[in-house]
């Protein structure tokens, strides 16, 4: 977590929080409750950084205390809500996990069972098994750099698909 904390603090300007409050929403999930909330608004950079850590925080993988956060300890959200829907406009959905997200690798192969994980709909594949042990050991950087190009392309082809190009 120190280096993920060094890298938002290295790319983040000082007035980051400013610029997100009521437009970045942060999917969290209280350590005791279990219960999801989304941050939209931030005292300061470092509570705004604070949020986004907590919004990354894996128990065991990431470490054993969860992160702070407005005086009460929280955890990725995606365990309680990978993809939460803004009650106004339209949110596109975006997902690692082929599945029925707007924005997501497209599967290949057989049909697949289809499981709905804290809110998101994925294909139980063994792409997305990959996918997932990919997300906690990270690949080489070849490889990372053709994930980013594929979501890249999944991103135009949703564009595509939307007649927004």
């Given at each position: ?55 990354s925080f894996v128990p065991v993988y990431a470490g054993l ?11 990725d959200g995606g365990f309680t809500d990978s993809l939460p ?81």
């Open positions: 977590m120190l280096e993920l904390r060094k890298g938002l603090e290295d790319i983040l300007p000082c007035d980051a929080h400013l610029r997100a409050e009521d437009r970045l929403h942060i999917s969290i999930t209280h350590s005791r409750t279990h219960r999801n909330h989304i941050a939209t608004r931030f005292h300061s950079r470092d509570e705004l950084i604070q949020a986004l850590l907590a919004s205390k969860p992160v702070e956060f407005q005086g009460q300890t929280w955890i829907i803004m009650p106004q406009g339209r949110t596109i959905t975006v997902s690692p996990f082929s599945g029925a997200q707007d924005i997501c690798p497209t599967h290949t192969g057989r049909s697949s069972r289809t499981l709905h994980l804290a809110n998101m709909d994925v294909h139980f594949t063994r792409q997305n098994i990959v996918r997932l042990n990919q997300a906690l050991f990270p690949p080489s950087q070849s490889r990372m750099h053709a994930l980013g190009q594929e979501g890249y392309q999944d991103a135009v082809l949703f564009l595509e698909r939307e007649h927004w190009t």
